[in-house]
């Protein structure tokens, strides 16, 4: 392990970024979902912070209840103030806490990465506006407020609006998705604003992010059993239905439902399709207004055939050079060894090493929030 670590060094060499840490995460048996996850998150900079703020301002927090955001960033502060640049991190007490928190996570079964994702930035939401809303009541029994589980459902052109509580997790991964409905008799479009930490896209055999981005915000025609209940009309109408993403987060998380459950057979088949997932993303065909710009920093790879075994890695970009998260092993990649990654164009292929979950942070503002 320490020979891994300094042959990274090596390759690095005067290139080591100042003030950076390469830890490896070692496995209990089969975190490899959990550990390929948080080097992801740990690598996305702005939440990194966000979350290393919040320990130095809640050091006393320690002491009082212990729960998966107090074990995340007590893993986080563990690894960036390490006196080696490199090495491996037992993250023991983030596991034990995730697996007494939630029965899924207790088995030795393969659990799903984007599973435990979506559950972990669901929860630190919630222990952060559970913290939010005590600290408020302390201040101000005597003024109610307005809280909406997970951020906006609607958004007022005109006049002041309430602001729900906005978390931090929200402010790095949250967007919002518009799903208008267009009733053909009348022409009147009905719109509903959704909020989204995540986007999950279905994908198709040699196709690309951008393609399944199009077919996500694809017109669909509701008729015969599907028609639309329409308020004008008051009555069942055809209407055509689209989904577009209304306001692009500053992380874009895109999750590839690479398992899929085949009816035939009975269970989940693992999807090995080529998806090409480009390290520049613009976000023009969806998005109202101009064009969003993302980059890649993280990929979650799945590595396997199946859906119920296999294992999962994690490639980072972290200041400009591309790197291998394996458990306890970590090494330098070259940039162009990323597209090996995209899938397989043949059905059956001796790669099993597929992108399965996808981080793109947005460039187009420039500024970190």
């Not at 302390?138 to 609607?154: C, H, L, M, R, W």
Request: with cysteine.
């Amino acid at each position: 392990m320490g020979a891994a670590g300094s042959k990274l060094e090596k390759a690095l060499g005067d290139q080591f970024p100042e003030g950076e840490r390469y830890f490896g995460l070692e496995n209990f048996g089969n975190t490899c979902y959990c550990n390929s996850v948080l080097q992801a998150l740990y690598f996305c900079v702005p939440f990194r912070e966000q979350l290393l703020d919040y320990y130095s301002n809640n050091k006393n927090l320690a002491d009082a209840d212990e729960n998966l955001l107090t074990c995340l960033a007590d893993l986080f502060m563990q690894i960036s103030s390490q006196k080696k640049k490199t090495g491996v991190i037992a993250p023991k007490r983030f596991v034990q806490r995730l697996k007494k928190q939630n029965e899924i996570f207790r088995s030795y079964m393969h659990q799903d990465a984007h599973e435990f994702l979506n559950y972990l930035l669901n929860e630190l939401v919630d222990i952060l506006e559970k913290e939010a809303s005590a600290t408020k009541s302390d201040q101000e029994t005597s003024s109610p407020t307005e809280k909406i589980a997970n951020g906006p459902t609607s958004v007022h052109a005109n006049g002041v609006k309430k602001e729900p509580l906005v978390t931090w997790v929200h402010k790095n991964f949250q967007g919002i998705l518009t799903n208008e409905t267009k009733c053909l008799r009348c022409e009147t479009v009905t719109a509903r604003d959704e909020t989204f930490l995540d986007l999950s896209l279905d994908i198709e055999q040699n196709s690309s992010i951008t393609s399944c981005l199009k077919n996500f915000s694809s017109t669909e025609t509701l008729n015969a059993e599907d028609k639309f209940f329409c308020d004008k009309c008051c009555s069942l109408q055809e209407a055509q239905k689209r989904m577009k993403i209304k306001k692009p987060p500053h992380i874009l998380v895109i999750h590839l439902k690479r398992f899929k459950y085949i009816e035939q057979l009975g269970r989940y088949k693992k999807l090995s399709y080529r998806v090409v997932f480009p390290l520049e993303l613009k976000l023009s065909n969806t998005v109202e207004d101009a064009d969003a710009e993302y980059s890649l920093f993280a990929v979650v790879v799945h590595v396997g055939s199946g859906p119920n075994h296999g294992h999962y890695v994690s490639l980072v970009k972290s200041h400009n050079h591309w790197l291998l998260f394996d458990d306890e092993n970590v090494e330098m990649i070259d940039e162009s060894a990323v597209q090996t990654f995209f899938g397989s164009a043949q059905e059956y292929s001796s790669n099993t090493d597929h992108g399965y979950i996808l981080f793109y942070e947005s460039v187009s503002n420039g500024s970190t929030s």
